[in-house]
């Protein structure tokens, strides 16, 4: 794992291969969020990604999305019952309609998480290489965009040697 110190820049020169992989990249892209109690809005880096990489990470993303999604759908529904129940003046406790909507949320937010480890390790193993290619530490805004500095944790070495050849004007000494 290769730790950059670099400056954040709105766009990076991106070697044509995949982050994770080494492999030639395509079209894809692997979004990597950085942010700071400083800065309202999360800001965020596109790496390359080859055909396989993205494949594998857009159908384990795909399920956890699916299922945070399932999660917002039942809190909606609970919320919703609980609304309409008021006003159709229906006993239903307002202790039970917040006890499902936060089951709701719960079982969203565990699904997200849980999904990974239901799939095959086939499945599994390409998602995380992904996952982990690129990671942001340290991250610092600055005033202005240039000013501000960030550590970029690349984990497969060829894309790293060849980013920071790219890109060697913005490393942080």
Not at 126 to 145: E, F
């Amino acid at each position: 794992m290769e730790h950059l110190p670099i400056r954040v820049v709105a766009e990076y020169k991106m070697p044509p291969i995949c982050c994770a992989c080494g492999e030639p990249s395509g079209p894809a892209q692997f979004k990597v969020y950085a942010s700071s109690w400083g800065r309202r809005q999360p800001w965020s880096v596109y790496f390359p990604l080859c055909p396989a990489c993205e494949q594998a990470y857009s159908a384990v993303d795909g399920r956890r999305r699916l299922g945070c999604w399932l999660g917002v759908g039942l809190a909606l529904i609970a919320a919703i019952a609980g609304i309409v129940g008021r006003a159709l003046s229906v006993d239903i406790s307002s202790g039970l309609v917040l006890a499902l909507f936060g089951g709701a949320v719960v079982l969203g937010a565990a699904a997200y998480q849980v999904i990974p480890l239901l799939l095959s390790p086939q499945v599994r193993a390409p998602y995380r290489r992904v996952q982990l290619a690129v990671q942001i530490k340290d991250y610092h805004p600055g005033s202005a965009l240039g000013s501000g500095t960030m550590v970029l944790v690349l984990a497969h070495q060829r894309f790293a040697d060849a980013f920071r050849a790219l890109n060697e004007h913005l490393i942080v000494r």
